[in-house]
């Protein structure tokens, strides 16, 4: 009898820490640079309203707990050509802006790309101890067949390419191979939407609810509210855009912790506990 007692509270132990270990996570989003550019809501939702103007933002996320300080995407250096296209304005350079959350470049342990276009993968240069994490079919595309004759290179940058191939050469890159992968305990990784050729989106457990980070996977609130996918040129699969819209919202408990990419709406939506920093609670 106390044998099975001592295995009953073994049992319960290691149930207890696995959970404590899945659900401290905290989830921060942070604004690092906007644009000047005036645009619309039509620009970024299919069908949206030419009269409904939108902030646009340039921002990464912060999952926090467990020991480690995970970003989501990596931002951009200022220097990077395709920013004067977006006229920056009220940038910050990603590892800077981290400071506001007390942390330095070093403290980053790990960085979950959703997809590889410049203004979420350049900044990866700047967090030499991270771990990156990339979808494999997006990685080789990236790399490879997007700069053949007759694909699409669009959104990418070389300098992009040629530091992702020095990191996959120095072993700091791993290739996720699919959908609905957990990838570190209490965060899983989803695709379908294919904003470029495999992005992914993350999902987080806190404990108290699920966040998703759908980085461009969802441009705008737009979209979410109206079910309607990236106005042209945002999706390689439009009504994979909307299906993967679909599963999001089953997957959380509240609507309201499925967070688009680029929508300014996020930082009045959430508690602000630092200047651009904004807690997803």
């Given at each position: 009898m106390k044998k099975l007692a001592l295995l009953f509270?073994?049992?319960l132990s290691g149930v207890l820490f696995v959970h404590a270990q899945t659900t401290a996570y905290k989830v921060y989003a942070i604004k690092f640079a906007g644009s000047a550019l005036p645009f619309s809501a039509a620009d970024w939702a299919k069908g949206a309203p030419q009269t409904d103007s939108i902030k646009f933002n340039f921002m990464v996320w912060l999952i926090k707990g467990n020991g480690r300080n995970i970003l989501v995407d990596a931002g951009f250096l200022n220097d990077i050509d395709d920013a004067k296209e977006f006229k920056v304005i009220d940038y910050i350079r990603p590892d800077s802006a981290l400071s506001m959350l007390g942390l330095r470049a070093g403290d980053v342990t790990d960085i979950i790309l959703s997809h590889p276009h410049w203004d979420h993968i350049d900044g990866v240069r700047?967090?030499?101890n991270?771990?990156?994490?990339?979808?494999k079919d997006d990685f080789n595309y990236f790399v490879g067949a997007a700069w053949q004759k007759g694909e699409g290179s669009g959104g990418f940058n070389k300098r992009d390419v040629r530091m992702m191939v020095d990191l996959n050469l120095a072993g700091k890159v791993t290739l996720v191979d699919g959908d609905n992968k957990?990838?570190?305990p209490g965060i899983k990784v989803f695709t379908g939407s294919r904003h470029t050729f495999n992005s992914e989106y993350v999902l987080v457990n806190t404990g108290n609810n699920k966040v998703i980070l759908a980085s461009d996977n969802i441009w705008i609130y737009y979209s979410l509210d109206h079910m309607v996918p990236a106005s042209d040129g945002g999706t390689l699969d439009p009504a994979g855009y909307v299906k993967a819209m679909q599963r999001m919202k089953a997957m959380v408990g509240n609507v309201k912790y499925i967070i688009p990419g680029h929508d300014a709406q996020v930082f009045s939506k959430f508690p602000a506990v630092a200047a651009g920093?904004?807690?997803?609670k």
């Amino acid at each position: 009898m106390k044998k099975l007692a001592l295995l009953f509270v073994m049992i319960l132990s290691g149930v207890l820490f696995v959970h404590a270990q899945t659900t401290a996570y905290k989830v921060y989003a942070i604004k690092f640079a906007g644009s000047a550019l005036p645009f619309s809501a039509a620009d970024w939702a299919k069908g949206a309203p030419q009269t409904d103007s939108i902030k646009f933002n340039f921002m990464v996320w912060l999952i926090k707990g467990n020991g480690r300080n995970i970003l989501v995407d990596a931002g951009f250096l200022n220097d990077i050509d395709d920013a004067k296209e977006f006229k920056v304005i009220d940038y910050i350079r990603p590892d800077s802006a981290l400071s506001m959350l007390g942390l330095r470049a070093g403290d980053v342990t790990d960085i979950i790309l959703s997809h590889p276009h410049w203004d979420h993968i350049d900044g990866v240069r700047l967090f030499s101890n991270a771990r990156v994490w990339i979808q494999k079919d997006d990685f080789n595309y990236f790399v490879g067949a997007a700069w053949q004759k007759g694909e699409g290179s669009g959104g990418f940058n070389k300098r992009d390419v040629r530091m992702m191939v020095d990191l996959n050469l120095a072993g700091k890159v791993t290739l996720v191979d699919g959908d609905n992968k957990e990838v570190i305990p209490g965060i899983k990784v989803f695709t379908g939407s294919r904003h470029t050729f495999n992005s992914e989106y993350v999902l987080v457990n806190t404990g108290n609810n699920k966040v998703i980070l759908a980085s461009d996977n969802i441009w705008i609130y737009y979209s979410l509210d109206h079910m309607v996918p990236a106005s042209d040129g945002g999706t390689l699969d439009p009504a994979g855009y909307v299906k993967a819209m679909q599963r999001m919202k089953a997957m959380v408990g509240n609507v309201k912790y499925i967070i688009p990419g680029h929508d300014a709406q996020v930082f009045s939506k959430f508690p602000a506990v630092a200047a651009g920093v904004v807690e997803i609670k």
